[in-house]
């Protein structure tokens, strides 16, 4: 398509990406509180008090220990899983592999209210334990996602060639396919914890205001009362994201993690 | 973004070691017990604890108790909620539909880029997907406000004559579900769109088709499958959000996510919050294989994916 069509998409995509934390970006940077875009002044306070204050830095920590446990565990998930379905042939691994990548086929909400649900039966609803795990369970898409692409472009020559020469299962797993995968296992755990760190509706349905995490602080913020740290909060959160991903960009090659096949 | 490359019709022939079967000993069941275990548990039990849920009976005291009562599905299934049950499929079908204009064509026109120049964008939108409903609401909210928002860049350049506020209000809704659907939908549709023929459109150029008819008759039917899925996908993911239609809707925008959310933790009526669910849960479902009929042209099989062998 023509160059000027082209270049009118792109803008238009950035643009709308974009325009709502320009002005969230603008807002954090008021000197009073007050949340006018332009702002009328340049101040960092809102920054340092988002660091300063504990009700916004104390869900903060419960939102990093949240999305890191939960990453792991849907890590430690989503490898045996992915493995298991590319070397060999059992009957009913085709249906848990169906459970690991239907949470993204259900309506969200449908997710949350299940795991309040659970929490409740087994008696420890409001407990931090239980987000982790919930979280840990429904992000094992994104590495499941991620290894099975990994593993799809492994050359199974390899992997003959190593048997023929006599390897064990255990030492191609080792030798062969845990280094070749470790870019798409590392993709699939920084996915994880950075959309455990974002997600609201199963934090606020299985921990709430108990074990408070950042997003169900934001959201709370949001109904009683605005105030620019939300905004320099946001910010941080966008700057992380962005961070994490075009890390795992340098480590790997993120279009053929994304599933963009082999050639260059 | 669920497997991108298990979506049927985006994987090529897949490369796979899988053995025949037999005397592979205990190894696969051994490795295979965590992710069966903690699926069924955190996945399958409670869909089946909300399945039971809806038929029973709320107790003032506590949360519920066992019983076998209709009561429930008549609520969830009456004027009322039948009408926020229309304005939730209305308002995710038109912010899909909107998604898919914006997100096809760009996606196809990313994966005809250099994959080097590719990462900024997929940074981007990666970035923008992960962003939390939550920071997405606010961030909305501020950019349709009348203090903070575009309506003073609409008055400074004269097309406005006083700054306004469009939120809370349908337009501010549907920007942001548009929002959070846009990078998933790229996400979906990348895998299929950078496996195409780089030198398809062109040879559909030099054939004298202009860019658009080559895109809509040569490009299109080769990603019909892909786009059915995505927008299947982008309609659920919509469908369910929460935080968007409260915090940016008026009532009338309030759809069942922001009822049953109401009922669950506000209301204490978990029941009736449960059947609520499974109505969702089951139009949504309808809806979605109803969509990928739609494009390709035929009722869906079993969406496992593909490569699972």
């Known amino acids: 398509m023509s160059r000027w069509l082209r270049r009118a998409m792109f803008a238009l995509v950035v643009a709308y990406l974009l325009a709502p934390l320009v002005v969230v970006a603008g807002v954090s940077l008021n000197p009073r509180q007050v949340l006018f875009f332009p702002p009328e002044g340049f101040s960092l306070r809102w920054y340092g008090t988002a660091f300063s204050d504990p009700g916004w830095y104390r869900p903060a920590i419960n939102s990093l220990l949240v999305a890191t446990f939960a990453a792991l565990i849907a890590v430690s998930i989503a490898l045996p899983l992915s493995y298991v379905m590319w070397r060999y042939r059992v009957g009913y691994a085709k249906a848990v592999m169906a459970m690991g990548l239907a949470p993204f086929a259900l309506p969200p909400v449908i997710t949350a209210l299940g795991a309040l649900a659970l929490w409740i039966v087994l008696q420890s609803y409001g407990q931090p334990h239980t987000v982790v795990l919930s979280h840990g369970a429904f992000l094992t898409t994104l590495p499941l996602a991620t290894l099975t692409v990994g593993l799809q472009n492994l050359n199974p020559q390899l992997v003959e060639a190593a048997r023929t020469m006599g390897a064990t299962g255990g030492t191609v797993f080792r030798t062969i396919v845990f280094p070749y995968v470790r870019p798409y296992l590392l993709a699939g755990f920084v996915f994880a914890f950075v959309l455990s760190l974002n997600e609201y509706i199963i934090a606020y349905m299985t921990v709430g205001f108990t074990f408070e995490t950042l997003p169900v602080k934001i959201f709370a913020s949001l109904r009683y009362g605005y105030s620019p740290v939300m905004a320099a909060i946001s910010v941080l959160f966008f700057a992380v994201a962005v961070a994490l991903f075009a890390l795992v960009g340098r480590v790997g090659d993120l279009p053929r993690l994304l599933g963009a096949d082999e050639r260059a | ?309």
């Open chain 2, 1 to 309: 973004m669920s497997a991108p490359a298990a979506r049927p019709g985006s994987a090529p022939a897949p490369a796979s070691a899988a053995s025949s079967g037999r005397g592979d000993g205990p190894w696969p069941h051994v490795l295979l017990a965590w992710p069966t275990v903690a699926l069924t548990v955190l996945f399958l039990v409670p869909l089946g604890i909300i399945a039971a849920l809806g038929f029973f009976r709320r107790i003032q005291a506590g949360f519920f108790e066992v019983a076998f009562v209709t009561d429930n599905y008549a609520r969830a299934l009456d004027a009322f909620h039948l009408e926020r049950l229309t304005v939730s499929v209305v308002l995710a079908l038109a912010a899909t539909l909107v998604t898919l204009l914006l997100a096809v064509p760009f996606t196809f026109l990313l994966t005809r880029r250099p994959r080097a120049r590719q990462v900024p964008y997929l940074v981007l939108v990666l970035a923008s997907l992960s962003l939390s409903e939550v920071i997405v609401a606010f961030a909305w909210s501020l950019l349709l406000s009348r203090t903070s928002g575009v309506s003073n860049l609409l008055v400074a350049i004269g097309v406005m004559d006083a700054p306004a506020s469009w939120s809370p209000g349908l337009p501010a809704v549907l920007l942001a579900y548009v929002f959070i659907a846009l990078p998933l939908a790229v996400l979906s549709l990348y895998p299929t769109f950078s496996r195409l023929d780089q030198e398809l459109p062109e040879a559909a150029g030099t054939m004298g088709a202009t860019p658009l008819a080559g895109f809509v008759t040569v490009v299109l039917p080769l990603v019909r499958r892909a786009v059915a899925a995505t927008g299947a996908l982008v309609f659920i993911f919509v469908l369910g959000a929460y935080v968007i239609p409260q915090t940016l809707g008026r009532p009338a925008q309030w759809t069942m996510p922001v009822q049953i959310t109401d009922q669950a933790i506000m209301k204490n009526h978990l029941p009736l919050a449960a059947s609520l669910a499974i109505v969702l849960l089951v139009v949504s479902s309808l809806i979605a294989v109803a969509i990928v009929a739609l494009g390709t042209g035929r009722w869906p099989r079993l969406a496992l994916p593909r490569r699972a062998r």
